[in-house]
């Protein structure tokens, strides 16, 4: 089974951006490229929510509507490494961090990571 590892959190000011990383572990090439994987962030006191989607051969995306025109998911297969690139960021934006892979592409997520704190101030 996939693992998934985040990386490339930080603080940053409201209207800056970050790119985040998530490396898989344990995998191979022809198994990675057939999964769908997404993002996920935890504010302080709220429940865990999804950022952004994307799927397998077609890269098809989904997005929150709160990070839409902001925000960009994209994948390498070949480094097996997923990305969020986070633009015009916003305090509210304050979270942790998640990638997890979802194998059959129906919903059903595994391989999290430990997560990746993003800190935005005003």
């Known amino acids: 089974q996939v693992q998934l590892v985040e990386s490339g959190g930080g603080s940053v000011q409201a209207g800056g951006s970050l790119r985040l990383s998530c490396a898989a572990t344990?995998?191979?090439?022809?198994?990675?490229?057939?999964?769908?994987f997404g993002w996920f962030r935890r504010a302080p006191g709220k429940e865990r929510e999804g950022v952004a989607n994307?799927?397998?051969?077609?890269?098809?995306?989904t997005y929150a509507d709160s990070v839409k025109g902001r925000f960009t998911i994209f994948r390498d297969n070949a480094k097996g490494t997923l990305y969020l690139q986070m633009n015009s960021l916003k305090p509210e934006d304050t979270a942790i961090y998640y990638c997890?892979?979802?194998?059959?592409?129906?919903?059903?997520?595994?391989?999290w990571g430990q997560g990746t704190q993003v800190t935005v101030s005003s």
């Open positions: 344990a995998y191979t090439y022809s198994t990675y490229r057939r999964y769908c």
């Open positions: 994307i799927g397998t051969s077609d890269g098809s995306t």
């Open positions: 997890a892979a979802d194998p059959g592409c129906g919903g059903r997520w595994s391989g």
